[in-house]
């Protein structure tokens, strides 16, 4: 007889966008020039500051643990941050650092979820959302979307359909990974609405919260009023927003009694963020601010450039992004689905891109392009593609 594993460790599926990862880079081992467009990740260093300070804080031993809750400099630094950019008020007692937004997420998970709970997730949405939420005994209730020309439209009335006596939450992603749409205010106040008349709470991941274009404007669903504060937990990270995605560091923000209860779970999952990068984080919110806004200038630079070679595609409807480093177009339905067509791109032309099906069903005749790599690699994937295109 053969130990088993549990049941929800058995039934957590694998992530496909790490499957193409793997198989662009079988295909790099074989000689092939990979061109990235499926990273979501940087491809910046982090500030020089930030740097620095991490240096700095291991050379004077600050390598120890620290309180769960986070560096009270840290936090002091996020509450300020979360005040002044975000305009909801936040006290230091409110944040909890984590390891990343995925540590984030799945105490923000753990402490609201209780088994067989249901959490209502638009499509599309970033993959992990499902299996954080199955990993905490949950059940993830996607809820599908409609791509107007392109362009995918957010529809609270199908929130609401959704609603049982099982649902605990309701997870939102803006700016929205893959599709970089910026909700309105609107539309967070109609999920606001929806929560506070059914009792839910709401994880409002904001990850990309600095990255936004144009007239878009970033808005925290936690500024509709001290209600709505209290039944969100924000999760942030330092990720995209300061290049530091290897640096693993995010934070909560939610009420003081639900902090608390977030630091425990922290503390009995990773006992604390790293230290040292704790201490260059609090660098990166007082001095790395300019190289933060240098990145988001490129980014913009970036996604004016997909936006005008995927205009050169046939048939392809594509809504330029708000906010974020994604484009989301929506394919000819004679280029077969985005998971066909991503193996295309990958097989025939060496251009890794992530199907929208990783998404949700809903998205799966679209394809997640980043523009987080340097222009000559976007130019150059899009002469591949568009040599492919013309071959039939």
Known sequence: MTARLSTIARSLGGSSVVESRRRADALAERGVRILDLGAGEPDFEA?????????????????????????????????SFETMRHGHAVTPDRVVV?????????????????????????????????????????????????????????????????????????????????????????????????????????????????????????RSVATLGPEVADRTIVVNSMSKTFAMTGWRLGY??????????????????????TSFVQHAAVAAFDEGWQAVEEMRQSYRRRGALVAERLARLPGVRFAPPEGTFYAFPLLPEAWGDGTAFAARLLEEAGILASPGAAYGASARGHLRFSFATAPAVIAEAFDRIERLVAAG
Do not use: K
């Not at 020089?48 to 936090?75: F, M, S, T």
């Not at 977030?262 to 963020?273: D, F, G, I, K, S």
């Open 98 to 218: 984590t390891a990343g937004s995925f540590c984030a997420l799945s105490i923000a998970a753990r402490a609201i979820l209780d088994p067989g709970d249901e959490v209502l997730i638009p499509e599309p949405f970033w993959g992990p959302y499902r299996n954080i939420v199955q990993m905490a005994g949950g059940v993830a209730v996607a809820v599908p979307g409609e791509a107007d020309d392109g362009r995918f439209v957010f529809r609270p009335e199908a929130l609401a359909e959704r609603v049982t006596e099982r649902t605990r939450a309701i997870v939102i992603n803006t700016p929205n990974n893959p599709t970089g749409r910026v909700l309105s205010a609107a539309e967070l106040r109609a999920v606001a609405d929806l929560a506070t008349a059914h009792d839910l709470w709401i994880v409002a991941d904001e990850v990309y919260s600095e990255l936004v274009f144009g007239d878009a404007v970033h």
């Open 47 to 79: 500030p020089a500051p930030v740097v620095e300070a991490a240096v700095r804080a291991l050379r004077d031993g600050c390598g120890q643990y620290v309180d769960p809750r986070g560096l009270v400099a840290l936090r002091e630094r996020i509450a």
């Open 252 to 273: 909560c923000v939610a009420r003081p009694d639900a902090a608390v209860v977030l630091a425990r779970l922290n503390h009995y999952t990773v006992r604390c963020a």
